[in-house]
């Protein structure tokens, strides 16, 4: 997940889309960075992964979520019709997908042009098996909408 999510802000953030899907490899400029920060108290342990373009916007976030839940039922759909399922498996939404199903509780604080953060934050009881619920909190900068 923490692999699937750098990714992303290296890539996405960057406007290196087109990379990204071809697996290029890219090296960042010098003024371009993506931050890492780890940190735990006694139950719990928070990732931070910070770009400081500011392009990942709620609806990007809702359509991937929503993506992975159509692609879901379409594989299970196939299963149960016994169709291939290679026609429905996709990458998109994959990063915020292994999010959803392995962190307690997840932010996107975004404001446009300027930085997105996401907050990942897990109980060390987890540790061994995924949260039953997650939750998702979506913050952007008023003036963007």
Do not use: W
């Not at 400081?52 to 929503?66: A, D, F, P």
């Not at 990063?95 to 907050?119: A, C, P």
Request: aromatic residues 8%.
């Amino acid at each position: 997940m923490l692999n699937e999510m750098t990714i992303n802000a290296v890539y996405h953030s960057h406007g290196l889309t087109e990379e990204k899907l071809h697996r290029i490899p890219v090296v960042l400029g010098e003024d371009k960075y993506v931050d890492i920060h780890f940190c735990r108290n006694s139950d719990s342990y928070g990732i931070s992964i910070t770009d400081y373009n500011g392009k990942l916007t709620r609806e990007k976030i809702l359509e991937s979520i929503n993506a992975v839940i159509i692609q879901n039922e379409l594989i299970e759909k196939s299963f149960e019709t016994g169709e291939d399922i290679a026609d429905h498996i996709s990458e998109t939404g994959r990063g915020i997908d292994l999010v959803r199903k392995l962190s307690g509780e997840y932010y996107f604080i975004m404001k446009m042009n300027f930085r997105t953060e996401i907050i990942l934050i897990f109980k060390q009881s987890d540790q061994n098996h995924t949260p039953d619920q997650s939750s998702l909190k979506i913050i952007c900068d008023r003036r963007d909408g």
